[in-house]
Nanobody, 129 residues
Framework: VQLQASGGGLVQAGGSLRLSCAAS????????IGWFRQAAGEEREGVSC????????WYTESVKGRFTISRDMAKKTVDLQMNNLKPEDTAVYYC???????????????????????RGQGTQVTVSS
């Protein structure tokens, strides 16, 4: 059972990246999937989440309007489209899978308070100014 995040890189401020989270050994559709990030010397931060229950989404305030989380049924991935990137978005981004049945804004609480079931290796996102 494994999760793998990919798609990170170096981009200038204002640019875009698309991260993908893929699974082996289980089906992503059966899980609520969240994206975390951790900048050097900082606490881990929940960024976005998509529910296994109803497909609802949650975003941390700082990325609202810039990031979009979605499930790609054809690729069997959960993607995080990141637009208008800012230097403060620089971090290692991880995807994580939850069996919990949270929806909507409650997923923000879930990412803070509850342990994930699986987490993949991260992908580095660096935004230059």
């Amino acid at each position: 059972v494994q999760l793998q995040a990919s798609g990170g890189g170096l981009v200038q401020a204002g640019g875009s990246l698309r991260l993908s989270c893929a699974a082996s050994g289980f089906t992503l559709d059966d899980y609520t999937i969240g994206w975390f990030r951790q900048a050097a010397g900082e606490e881990r931060e929940g960024v976005s989440c998509i529910s296994r229950v109803d497909g609802s989404t949650w975003y941390t305030e700082s990325v609202k309007g810039r990031f979009t989380i979605s499930r790609d049924m054809a690729k069997k991935t959960v993607d995080l489209q990141m637009n208008n990137l800012k230097p403060e978005d620089t971090a290692v981004y991880y995807c994580a899978a939850y069996t919990r049945r949270f929806t909507g804004q409650a997923m923000g609480v879930m990412m803070k308070e509850f342990a994930y079931n699986y987490r993949g290796q991260g992908t580095q996102v660096t935004v230059s100014s």
